[in-house]
């Protein structure tokens, strides 16, 4: 139970294997496959440039990633450190974490769709219109904040080696996710897991689908928390304030860029707070952001509060 603390430098030392690296030459293999069915057999459109610009995005992750490290392990190990137990390497605690940290993921990924802050470190992974296997790649580079939300999992006393190969998992089954070329799967398999199918609801901009299925792995956390729906036409990809670039920077900072003006524009606390956690869906209407400046105002009225916010 009382185990000696682990260090960043075991922890490095134990040459833990990067499985997405290893699944990577699969991962493109399997991008031009989709790109010749779809172009060759199905007669479908391929937005190249938005394909590229999604790999740009990924190998942006992979740097970031990199940089962020010592960060990111750091705080695991901090937190597993904390707590005078610890929860043995075997096969049922990679079971534990699995089932624990898909429950975390469902949550990071609901806060991020539901708070704005958050939403600018996710919103990358949705600016595209179309749906296919390189959507998988847009990871925005400061996605790495979103560690704060897998701490719970290093104060279980789960080791920070079962964390990291589990973790790394959960990541790479996200990418058969996104494609329109597989179908609806037998029922067992729909009920429990996250299919194409539920992540292509969950990427959609029809009114029916908007934050639905977040679910990582487990689609069940969505059937529990009331955040399922079934596919049922064809969904509309992308965001609702389409970004209208295939600039990786700009893919990855364009709504951080939008709360720093936002902030810099009202000077009131809960403006600031409400730009910061309200709903993302007020970067569409600033009308909620004058009201809690202080500022009452219609929707007609918009530019003459900014102005007066201004002045």
Same mark, same amino acid.
């Given at each position: 139970?009382?185990?000696?603390?682990?260090?960043?430098?075991?922890?490095?030392?134990?040459?833990?294997?990067?499985?997405?690296?290893?699944?990577?030459?699969?991962?493109?293999?399997?991008?031009?496959?989709?790109?010749?069915?779809?172009?060759?057999?199905?007669?479908?459109? *391929?937005?190249?440039?938005?394909?590229?610009?999604?790999?740009?995005?990924?190998?942006?992750?992979?740097?970031?990633?990199?940089?962020?490290?010592?960060?990111?392990?750091?705080?695991?190990?901090?937190?597993?450190?904390?707590?005078?137990?610890?929860?043995?390497?075997?096969?049922?605690?990679?079971?534990?974490?699995?089932?624990?940290?898909?429950?975390?993921?469902?949550?990071?990924?609901?806060?991020?769709?539901?708070?704005?802050?958050?939403?600018?470190?996710?919103?990358?992974?949705?600016?595209?219109?179309?749906?296919?296997?390189?959507?998988?790649?847009?990871?925005?580079?400061?996605?790495?904040?979103?560690?704060?939300?897998?701490?719970?999992?290093?104060?279980?006393?789960?080791?920070?080696?079962?964390?990291?190969?589990?973790?790394?998992?959960?990541?790479?089954?996200?990418?058969?996710?996104?494609?329109?070329?597989?179908?609806?799967?037998?029922?067992?398999?729909?009920?429990?897991?996250?299919?194409?199918?539920?992540?292509?609801?969950?990427?959609?901009?029809?009114?029916? *689908?908007?934050?639905?299925? *977040?679910?990582?792995?487990?689609?069940?956390?969505?059937?529990?928390?009331?955040?399922?729906?079934?596919?049922?036409?064809?969904?509309?990809?992308?965001?609702?304030?389409?970004?209208?670039?295939?600039?990786?920077?700009?893919?990855?900072?364009?709504?951080?860029?939008?709360?720093?003006?936002?902030?810099?524009?009202?000077?009131?606390?809960?403006?600031?707070?409400?730009?910061?956690?309200?709903?993302?869906?007020?970067?569409?209407?600033?009308?909620? *952001?004058?009201?809690?400046?202080?500022?009452?105002?219609?929707?007609?009225?918009?530019?003459?509060?900014?102005?007066?916010?201004?002045?």
């Amino acid at each position: 139970m009382n185990e000696p603390k682990l260090t960043l430098e075991q922890v490095f030392a134990m040459d833990l294997p990067p499985i997405i690296i290893y699944a990577a030459p699969v991962m493109f293999a399997l991008v031009f496959v989709e790109y010749f069915i779809r172009i060759r057999k199905l007669r479908r459109n *391929y937005d190249t440039k938005d394909a590229f610009a999604a790999t740009a995005v990924g190998i942006g992750n992979i740097i970031s990633s990199a940089l962020t490290k010592v960060f990111t392990f750091g705080l695991v190990l901090l937190c597993y450190n904390l707590v005078p137990w610890s929860i043995p390497i075997t096969w049922w605690s990679f079971a534990l974490c699995f089932v624990v940290l898909d429950f975390c993921r469902y949550w990071a990924h609901r806060v991020a769709h539901e708070q704005r802050f958050w939403w600018a470190t996710h919103v990358t992974h949705h600016s595209s219109e179309q749906y296919n296997f390189t959507v998988a790649f847009r990871l925005s580079w400061i996605q790495q904040l979103k560690i704060i939300f897998f701490l719970p999992i290093a104060l279980m006393g789960i080791h920070p080696v079962v964390f990291f190969i589990v973790h790394q998992i959960e990541v790479l089954y996200q990418f058969w996710l996104h494609t329109e070329l597989i179908k609806k799967l037998p029922r067992p398999i729909e009920f429990i897991f996250t299919t194409p199918s539920h992540h292509r609801v969950h990427h959609a901009t029809n009114e029916k *689908y908007l934050d639905k299925n *977040y679910g990582s792995t487990l689609i069940i956390w969505d059937r529990i928390f009331g955040t399922f729906k079934e596919e049922e036409e064809t969904p509309d990809y992308g965001i609702l304030k389409p970004v209208g670039s295939y600039n990786p920077v700009y893919l990855v900072f364009h709504e951080a860029i939008d709360i720093v003006k936002d902030l810099s524009t009202y000077r009131s606390p809960k403006a600031w707070y409400k730009i910061l956690f309200g709903s993302p869906n007020l970067t569409l209407n600033k009308k909620a *952001y004058a009201e809690a400046a202080g500022l009452p105002v219609n929707d007609s009225k918009e530019e003459e509060v900014k102005a007066k916010v201004e002045a």
